[in-house]
Every structure is written in structure tokens, then in C-alpha cells.
């Protein structure tokens, strides 16, 4: 059972390149969500998905695109990246509604 | 703004202090309420969760945390620490109970001194 799965692990990108950070969960949840943690702001929330084909903003959005066509994976899309993106992100899978998010081991992104 | 505050962003014990952590969160409603510890280099990890029911509610390695419904907190406490406690603390909160957004609060960098 590997729980949430992301990568990769590290990346470093050029100004307006684009890239996909990838994140499956093996745990049959219907909850998602992308987070990105930068000193002294704790995380928040990029966009969040409820269920398969069902995707939402959170707080910082802007830049960023999601999809999810199975309940299994929930890629993350930078379009054009920026180096105000350089952050580490988070994905975290919910079982239900109310509980305690699990999340994956993070990707560290650098954009110069 | 509805939002999860941290009172403390560094915090420095040896070794057997005790420990609080404040957290204060804004949202008027019911709250699903969580503690999350971050230890170096690796993910979220969850050290404990109030719902419902006796306020005082206890977590992983001898943590605790106190929901005060009155002052919209739910502090972090633990007896003694230990330098494995050398962590990044995040409290955070899932407002009206039924949803699944949760809210972060800003973290706070405990260093343990050995």
C-alpha cells in the first residue's frame, strides 16, 4: 500500500517552461488536493478535486491547471512557469468528508 | 479573513521542556480541527484530531491538544520533549465539519536542543 505517490521529487525548470507533477493515491479517495508550502506560509491550497471529472480552485490557483479523469490520479499542470512558482507542492488525498488529509512525500521545484 | 493563526513561528527548547504550541482559528461554525507535524525533509504527517466529544485529545509520541470552543483554539502540548521532536508544526482546520477543504495555519519550527 504506498499510500500518495508523487514525482518527482526534484525539478528544475526555465522560466515559461511548462511541466506536469504527477500524483496517484492507491487509497480509493475521493478527496485531492495540490499544496504549495513556502517559508513562513504554510500551505495553500492550489486546487482541489471532489471526484473523478470534478476539479476546483483553491486559494492560489493562477498558473496552474488540474484534471481528473480517474479517482486514482490528479496531475498538477504548470503552464508557463515562473519563478514565484519555485515553492514545494504537496499532493493529499481525503477519504471522506471532515477527516485528517494523507499526503506524499513533495515535489521540490525550482524555476530559474 | 477566515484563517488559522500561529502564534509562535520559531521556538527553541532543551531537551524535557515542555511544550505549547498556540493555534487560533477564525471560523464562526462547527470545525473539524487537526494537528499535523512535518519532520526534516519528509511530508505531512498527522499527530492528532478533534471532531467531537472530550476536548482534550491525544495524538502520537505523547502529544496532546485542547479544544476551547470559547477561544477558538486548539493548543498543542506536551509534557517533555525530545530532540526527535525537532520538527515544523501545522495546525489546521476543516470548517462546518462536512467539508474537505482544510486550512493550513503558517507552521511552527520547533528546534530541540539535545
Known amino acids: 500500500n504506498a499510500g500518495v505517490t508523487q514525482t518527482p521529487k526534484f525539478q528544475v525548470l526555465k522560466t515559461g517552461q511548462s511541466m506536469t507533477l504527477q500524483c496517484a493515491q492507491d487509497?480509493?479517495?475521493?478527496?485531492m488536493s495540490w499544496y504549495r508550502q513556502d517559508p513562513g506560509m504554510g500551505l495553500r491550497l492550489i486546487h482541489y478535486s471532489v471526484g473523478a471529472g470534478i476539479t476546483d480552485q483553491g486559494e492560489v490557483p493562477n498558473g496552474y491547471n488540474v484534471s481528473r479523469s480517474t479517482t486514482e490520479d490528479f496531475p498538477l499542470r504548470l503552464l508557463s512557469a515562473a519563478p514565484s512558482q519555485t515553492s514545494v507542492y504537496f499532493c493529499?488525498?481525503?477519504?471522506?468528508?471532515?477527516?485528517?488529509?494523507?499526503f506524499g512525500q513533495g515535489t521540490r521545484l525550482t524555476v530559474v | 479573513a477566515q484563517s488559522v493563526s500561529q502564534h509562535n513561528h520559531h521556538v527553541i527548547l532543551s531537551e524535557a521542556a515542555s511544550l505549547e504550541l498556540g493555534c487560533n482559528y477564525s471560523y464562526g461554525g462547527t470545525v473539524n480541527l487537526f494537528w499535523y507535524v512535518q519532520y526534516p525533509g519528509q511530508h505531512l504527517q498527522l499527530l492528532l484530531k478533534?471532531?467531537?466529544?472530550?476536548?482534550l485529545v491525544k495524538g502520537i509520541k505523547g502529544f496532546e491538544a485542547e479544544f476551547i470552543k470559547s477561544k477558538f483554539s486548539f493548543n498543542l502540548r506536551k509534557p517533555s520533549v525530545q530532540w526527535s521532536d525537532t520538527a515544523e508544526y501545522f495546525c489546521a482546520v476543516i470548517k462546518n465539519t462536512g467539508g474537505f477543504k482544510t486550512i493550513f495555519g503558517a507552521g511552527t519550527r520547533l528546534f530541540v536542543k539535545a
Open positions: 493529499a488525498s481525503t477519504q471522506g468528508r471532515g477527516t485528517e488529509a494523507f
Open positions: 478533534y471532531f467531537s466529544g472530550d476536548p
Open positions: 487509497m480509493n479517495h475521493e478527496y
